[in-house]
């Protein structure tokens, strides 16, 4: 089992649309988690950062962890055309394991 | 431009030449991450030095990979004799030390990519 599993997608939704994108962890030793959002052929930028259970909220998104399921959730509310990319979560504190990514198609 | 900069954005070489590739991180991180992606897969954790020393290294770095970061700078990644499957994105990041109580998140660049024929 990889320590990081995420439906690749892709998952298309129209303009305006709540996102929810899943994943799940195997290894309970970490506690950091992250969201990265990756555009075509560039590197991977920094979405959110949460190192316990619970919400934490950046304007439109809203990243959740639940230890308990090791589940992991990003929720994008309002989606926009500008939101299609792939989406990475992570975990780990210095060296990263990453997820597959999921494809989120935004459409007009 | 004060992010990760990564040259050649893109590399195509014949299989058993030799690549090399630069990472200069942001000015004021000491930690350096080399991390490998293919298509349809996440990066994958190559390699990290805190300012010139090489912490750690993945499995996934056969000996015909070498980095290095002489001066706690800027960093080389090298490939010897490519092989096809060496065709990847090479992505390099840089952090901040952890000790200084920051969060330790990575900032990318924006890859390397190698294309091996």
């Known amino acids: 089992q990889k320590e990081v599993e995420q439906d690749p997608g892709p998952l298309s939704v129209p303009e305006g649309a709540i996102v929810s994108l899943n994943c799940t962890y195997s290894?309970?030793?970490?506690?950091?988690f992250m969201w990265y959002r990756q555009y075509s052929r560039k590197g991977p930028e920094l979405l959110m950062y949460?190192?316990?259970?619970g919400n934490k909220e950046d304007g439109r998104f809203t990243a959740q962890v639940d230890k308990s399921s090791k589940y992991i959730s990003l929720f994008i509310r309002d989606s926009q055309p500008s939101d299609s990319a792939t989406y990475l979560c992570a975990r780990g504190y210095s060296t990263l394991t990453f997820g597959k990514g999921t494809m989120l198609l935004v459409s007009p | 431009d004060t992010g990760v900069s990564q040259n050649p954005r893109h590399k195509i070489t014949k299989r058993g030449q030799n690549v090399t590739f630069r990472c200069d991180p942001i000015?004021?991180?000491?930690?350096l991450y080399w991390y490998r992606q293919t298509l349809g897969q996440g990066p994958e954790f190559l390699t990290y030095f805190q300012n010139e020393a090489q912490l750690e290294k993945s499995r996934l770095l056969s000996d015909r990979f070498s980095a290095e970061r002489p001066k706690g700078s800027f960093s080389t990644l090298e490939i010897q004799r490519t092989e096809q499957g060496d065709s990847a994105m090479y992505l390099c990041?840089?952090?901040?030390?952890?000790?200084?109580?920051?969060?330790?998140?990575?900032?990318f660049g924006e890859g390397s990519r190698l294309t091996v024929l």
């Open positions: 949460t190192y316990s259970s």
């Open positions: 990041a840089s952090s901040a030390s952890l000790r200084t109580g920051n969060t330790g998140e990575l900032f």
């Open positions: 290894n309970s030793a970490f506690q950091y």
């Open positions: 000015s004021e991180h000491n930690r």
